[in-house]
């Protein structure tokens, strides 16, 4: 059993007594980071700025969405190519991405 204790301007509480209760919850959460991130799993962007990327990764400056919940960490996952040809994973600040 898991009990969540969310705070909004009153205290909601909500008791998940089964594993498809906390199933549903996440995927609910999930549901509503996804509407509510700027960029979708799949969507094409551009690296505007390449504060943090070295030099050898993000070839190109484009890459495409894995991850991206803004709610969370103010960093999206990308998948890009490196300097070597290989296709990588690496995280870029959110604010420095515009669709591409």
Same mark, same amino acid.
């Given at each position: 059993?898991? #009990?969540? @204790? &969310? !705070?909004?301007? *009153? #205290?909601? @509480? &909500? !008791?998940?007594? *089964? ?48 991850l991206c919940d803004p709610e969370f ?8 190519v490196n300097a070597s040809g290989m ?14």
């Open positions: 059993m898991l #009990t969540l @204790t &969310k !705070t909004v301007t *009153t #205290t909601e @509480t &909500k !008791t998940l007594a *089964t594993a498809e209760q906390i199933a549903d919850h996440v995927h609910a959460e999930f549901l509503r980071r996804m509407e509510a991130a700027p960029f979708q799993y799949g969507d094409r962007v551009r690296i505007t700025r390449r504060d943090g990327i070295p030099p050898e990764f993000m070839i190109g400056d484009v890459g495409t969405v894995m960490q103010q960093l999206t996952t990308l998948m890009g296709t990588i994973q690496f995280p870029v600040q959110t604010a420095n991405l515009e669709r591409a």
